[in-house]
């Protein structure tokens, strides 16, 4: 009997040739059957964080602007935050084009912060990028602080006509939301 398996050896197979094994089949179907288990237990969770469809619907907000004169500035709001609407002045814009763009902290022009043909609007979100506090300035009769624009006493940041930082301890500019001028008395944010 020996001697057969002597004489013959091509009678005897080696496992590592004969291509896929059943237990390689196995592996594959298990580690299979756990990834589709892995991503049927993460889709729901990962699907709950999505907006809910009340905050997609507050995603944009319309705004009418034709009562809003000249020098005037108003509060709105946009996903639960503050808005602050400016009409400048003529003098305003004259203002903050004159400053020196490189002695800001955060540098940017006026134009940067509005839209071509529609200077005179500037529309900024409302909240002090120091801390998240609610400047003053946009309704009648707040301080403006010491460059006219707004100013949060919490801190005591202080914005100019453009909204951007000038004095005190907030690192950037008054955030510029996304809109756009649907007509010339709207304006659509978000």
């Not at 010491?146 to 930082?165: K, L, N, Q, V, W």
């Amino acid at each position: 009997m020996t001697d057969a398996i002597v004489e013959h050896p091509e009678a005897v197979q080696d496992d590592t040739q004969t291509g896929v094994r059943r237990r390689d089949f196995i592996e594959i179907a298990a580690v299979s059957f756990a990834g589709i288990g892995g991503i049927a237990v993460l889709f729901p969770l990962i699907s709950q964080m999505a907006p809910s469809a009340d905050v997609l619907a507050e995603s944009t907000t319309e705004l009418d602007i034709s009562a809003i004169q000249p020098g005037q500035s108003v509060k709105a709001v946009f996903r639960k935050q503050p808005v602050f609407v400016r009409n400048l002045l003529p003098a305003e814009i004259a203002e903050a084009a004159a400053v020196d763009v490189s002695s800001l902290r955060d540098p940017q022009t006026l134009a940067e912060r509005t839209k071509e043909g529609k200077e005179n609007w500037l529309i900024t979100m409302g909240v002090c990028t120091h801390l998240g506090c609610v400047p003053l300035g946009a309704g009648e009769g707040e301080n403006k602080g010491e460059f006219g624009g707004y100013f949060c006493p919490c801190h005591g940041s202080h914005y100019d006509t453009a909204a951007r930082i000038r004095k005190g301890p907030a690192p950037t500019n008054l955030l510029v939301p996304e809109y756009e001028f649907t007509s010339d008395t709207t304006v659509q944010i978000g």
